[in-house]
């Protein structure tokens, strides 16, 4: 019950759903015939006005929030981050100077409220950010689908799980997550994954009959769980518990509070602020030794004090957090949701890609335009789902193919308006593949079949009343195919069968012929592998249909499906996204390898391969998954190694996984896409785990780190480029705030190592600096679109640090051009008035416009360098002066600040400046724009130097076309692979 995770029993007589150890048999005891009545529901399911009642009664099905730290708590996490505390600490130690001192320094005074402002600053701006971090977060999980089959007044509709109530029949097949706790009325080969629960990996099985359980209910064989996932067959399921109330919810509780572990960028982050504190008191310290012996103790910790200052780079904590956040929206903008800051991080170094090919590559929205029954073949007209057209010349043999085939399909058709009231075109519910207003429910590749059915004059509906189905073996990875049990209309059992031809064929001991059953010799079967390869070689995906008469509906699976007889074959276009060309093409220029990983037929793959730009040599390495289960590791690990063109086919998500683990043990940066439950490890051993949120399963997009919400790897190319230029916006913040600080710390050095008396600029000025000249501008980087040419650099190494020598000798360069310029200007200024260093005051009129100019040198030369920062190799111009106007704004703001300071008579008295005249400025202007024009100087000679290709080496010297797979057996396609007969008819795709 609803109220219950732990046991549940039959209701006391009333019809209502049972309470905990209420009078009467345990829920799992029962019959699966008493099981609705048990729980006030019916095999047809509640009634809309019940399920709203209890709906009411108990809530939507979906676990409490994790407890998230209050507003107050988030607050001081910001103030204790390693740079306020440092900010916060020299605050406290000028307070303390100031109160301790005769007479009272005002200046001191306000220098410890504007550090203390700057900090309070900061935590809002960071607060803010990750305040709406979460919130957005929170908005694009609900993007990705969450739903489950359910029978409501007998219609198959498909919910939003957390929809779902208390006596609810759910309808449930491989690749679904258990959305509540339910009990088992009917199950075929069921198997479910309870990792999540119990922590056992294996694959448990699942039946309907009555048990008793002395233990926990967990035990139960006939009970599923909320949290758990079906890996194999099928079943229905009463729903007796839901939301925080089931056996998940109860652990869920325990664990909602756990500490989230921080992302490899963070920790990088994290090790860089204790690196500049460090550095910023050492330098720090020994500039106070220095000036020690010739000022007062006081002047010369202030001194120090302004050196601590101008290494901080305060902003950095929120301006990660804009990036990320930007970067994040922007993707699921682009219909790729990621959950994790991982995959953005990763994304920026993808080498590999390993896609699947159906509805990744291709649209999913498969059209039988073949049918081959009694030795010819039949075109079928009409595209996409709306069952407008014909089959040519449908011969009852024809016919008789295609209604074995829509008999053995779960799939439904839901027409214009339709919600899945009946089975048969134009019924289910819910998402799925679509043509116009028409849809699917369930498999696109049954889709197709029911729709070719409908257009060879067949009724699925009537079809199903006249021969209702009594048994089924549901769709297995491994033998790939399904078949179903059958009442035959005249008495008896008949089995129908669907799937790969070379599994099938190897099953079928007859063919099915207009003059009747004829047994299948060498020849026929070389016949209908002719017939096969000739429709592969079109890109047509083939899938074989048989069936055969049956004593009963019972026995094993093995026996139903032998002895079959070969109907025919059908053969389904699936035509590649109009986008996806576009998209391969910018991840080769961006130096990533895309592999194709697909159940279908060598050269099926090989033709969709071509059509996008997968493939553009002659022979690419054509692998399958029986020549991979003959490789052991060292040989897998060269084979992945052999060519940059490489098809994987006919493999199995086992194989997928091998797959990725070789490619990481070579050192590449690995995306691999997946659908289906049995995906799940691969997309788990992958950097970056990619699942469909349009038709991929609940399992696979638990297991992955990114969600495509299109399917499409346009989406994936797309999330790349994005993720390329959101660690790209990070460093330039980097070179931004460090140069800038390069260029406050040279005139303080100079001052210290000529003997000048006070600093060239105070404290105050570099905090003035970073609030009104670093943390906005900085903000507007993070905002700052991808370069036009960040797909036409190799990938970022995977071991690069964050603060590499290339940022490092970029910020020494920049930072050097504006200290060298702001300290020239002051001491020109100082010089040209010929008074003696030491007749200097503070109050001097001379000394305030030498560091007036100072503070707005380096507030001009900031201005020019987040500009320069924009592009690391691309010339300003080509990528547009105004095309990030966040940034000119912010800029603008902090110039206008300075000019407040320069002329404002209550800012000169608080900052210790002096107006500056037009000519002040315009030799200011000048100097502040050097940086820019020797950045574009060395932009140009890189560009001249190093002209940057995407194209990059085959991965252990393979060559582009062609070249030996392994130890000598040439590469391309393999037919001894395959053998004669059978074994050469191509599989299904990764799923049904």
């Not at 900052?911 to 024009?933: I, M, R, S």
Request: aromatic share 4%; proline share 7%; hydrophobic share 45%.
């Amino acid at each position: 019950m609803p109220v219950t995770p732990s046991r549940v029993t039959a209701p006391g007589g009333d019809g209502t759903p049972g309470a905990p150890e209420a009078a009467g048999p345990a829920l799992e005891a029962l019959p699966p015939g008493e099981v609705h009545g048990a729980l006030g529901s019916s095999p047809r399911g509640l009634s809309p006005d019940a399920a709203g009642e209890r709906r009411e009664r108990y809530g939507a099905n979906e676990l409490p929030r994790a407890a998230r730290a209050g507003p107050g708590r988030q607050i001081l996490a910001q103030l204790t981050d390693l740079f306020a505390v440092v900010l916060l600490l020299a605050s406290a130690i000028t307070f303390l100077a100031y109160w301790l001192s005769e007479p009272r320094d005002a200046g001191r005074l306000q220098l410890a409220v504007a550090i203390l402002c700057v900090v309070a600053l900061n935590a809002v701006i960071g607060f803010t950010q990750e305040y709406s971090a979460e919130r957005t977060a929170e908005s694009l999980q609900a993007m990705v689908p969450h739903t489950c089959r359910v029978l409501r007044d007998g219609r198959r509709q498909e919910l939003p799980a957390r929809d779902l109530v208390p006596g609810d029949v759910v309808a449930l097949e491989a690749g679904d997550a258990v959305p509540a706790d339910c009990r088992l009325v009917e199950a075929h080969e069921l198997s479910v994954n309870n990792a999540a629960l119990t922590g056992e990996s294996d694959p448990v099985r699942r039946d309907s009959a009555p048990m008793a359980v002395p233990g926990p209910l967990t035990d139960a064989r006939n009970c599923l769980f909320m949290g758990t996932d079906v890996v194999a067959g099928a079943g229905k399921a009463v729903v007796f518990a839901t939301g925080a109330a089931t056996e998940f919810g109860r652990i869920y509780r325990l664990t909602a509070s756990a500490s989230r572990q921080r992302t490899p960028l963070q920790l990088q982050v994290a090790a860089m602020a204790r690196r500049v504190a460090g550095t910023a008191l050492a330098i720090g310290a020994l500039l106070f030794a220095v000036r020690l012996p010739g000022d007062d103790t006081v002047e010369a910790f202030v001194f120090a004090l302004g050196v601590m200052v101008a290494l901080v780079p305060e902003g950095l904590p929120a301006t990660l957090s804009v990036s990320l956040a930007i970067g994040v929206r922007r993707m699921a903008r682009r219909n790729a949701l990621v959950k994790r800051l991982l995959a953005v991080e990763a994304l920026g170094s993808t080498t590999v890609i390993l896609t699947d090919k159906t509805g990744t590559l291709t649209q999913a929205e498969m059209t039988v335009t073949r049918v081959w029954a009694d030795g010819a073949l039949h075109p079928v007209s009409g595209v996409g789902y709306a069952p407008e057209g014909k089959v040519a010349d449908p011969a009852p043999r024809v016919r008789e193919l295609l209604r074995v085939a829509a008999l053995c399909c779960d799939a439904k058709l839901v027409p214009p308006g339709g919600d899945g009231g009946r089975d048969g075109p134009g019924s289910g519910g819910g998402p799925g593949g679509h043509h116009g207003n028409w849809r699917v429910l369930g498999d696109t590749t049954e889709g197709a079949l029911l729709v070719a059915a409908a257009k060879a004059g067949i009724d699925p509906h009537a079809e199903e009343a006249a021969s209702p189905r009594v048994a089924e073996h549901p769709f297995d990875p491994g033998r790939k195919l399904m078949s179903t049990v059958h009442r035959a209309p005249g008495g008896g059992f008949l089995v129908h069968a669907k799937g790969a031809p070379q599994e099938l064929l190897a099953r079928c001991t007859h063919i099915d012929r207009a003059d009747g059953a004829r047994s299948l010799t060498e020849e026929s079967r070389a016949a209908v592998v002719a017939v096969n390869d000739e429709l592969a070689a079109q890109g047509l995906r083939v899938l074989a249909v048989a069936a055969r008469r049956a004593e009963g509906p019972g026995g094993d699976r093995d026996t139903a499906e032998s002895g079959l007889t070969l109907l025919g074959l059908t053969g389904m276009l699936d035509p590649p996204r109009a986008e996806v060309s576009e998209a391969v093409d910018a991840c080769r220029r961006a130096g990533i390898r895309i592999v194709m990983a697909t159940g279908d037929h060598p050269l099926t793959a090989e033709a969709v391969a071509r059509r996008v730009g997968i493939v553009r040599g002659r022979e690419p390495l054509v692998v399958t998954g029986k020549r991979l289960d003959t490789l052991d590791d060292a040989a897998l690990d060269e084979l992945m190694a052999a060519g940059p063109e490489l098809l994987l086919c006919r493999v199995s998500p086992e194989h997928k996984t091998r797959a990725v683990t070789a490619l990481r043990r070579r050192g590449e940066v690995v995306a691999v896409t997946g659908d289906g439950a049995n995906d799940a490890p691969a997309l788990k051993h992958a950097d970056i785990g990619v699942a469909m949120g349009a038709s991929g399963t609940d399992v696979a997009r638990e297991a992955a780190v990114m969600v495509l919400l299109d399917d499409s790897f346009a989406s994936i190319a797309t999330a790349v480029r994005l993720g390329r230029s959101v660690y790209q916006n990070i460093r330039r913040f980097l070179v931004y705030v460090f140069s800038s600080n390069i260029g406050e710390l040279g005139p303080i050095v100079a001052a210290t190592f000529t003997g000048f008396p006070l600093v060239p600029i105070s404290a105050v000025q570099i905090l003035a600096i970073d609030l009104g000249s670093d943390v906005l501008p900085a903000l507007a980087l993070g905002a700052e679109p991808p370069e036009s040419d960040v797909m036409d650099r190799p990938p970022r190494a995977r071991g690069e640090r964050l603060f590499s020598m290339a940022v490092m000798r970029r910020i020494l360069f920049l930072g050097g051009i504006q200290a060298l310029g702001v300290t020239a200007v002051f001491f020109w200024h100082i010089h040209a008035s010929g008074i003696p260093f030491a007749r200097f005051t503070e109050d001097h009129p001379v000394y305030r416009e030498a560091v007036t100019m100072v503070q707005a040198g380096i507030v001009l030369s900031q201005f020019f360098v987040g500009l320069a920062v924009r592009t690391d190799r691309q010339s300003l111009l080509r990528a547009g002066l105004f095309s990030n106007p966040w940034l000119l704004g912010a800029g603008g703001i902090g110039i206008a600040l300075m000019a407040c300071i320069s002329y404002v008579p209550v800012l000169q008295g608080v900052f210790n400046t002096a107006p500056l005249a037009a000519a002040d400025w315009a030799v200011l202007t000048g100097l502040g724009a050097l940086p820019l024009a020797a950045d574009e100087l060395r932009k140009a000679w890189l560009r001249r130097r190093r002209p940057e290709s995407g194209e990059r080496a085959a991965p252990g010297g393979g060559r582009a076309n062609g070249g030996r797979a392994d130890g000598g057996e040439p590469a391309g396609h393999e037919p001894a692979d395959d053998g004669p007969g059978p074994a050469r008819i191509p599989g299904r795709d990764e799923d049904r």
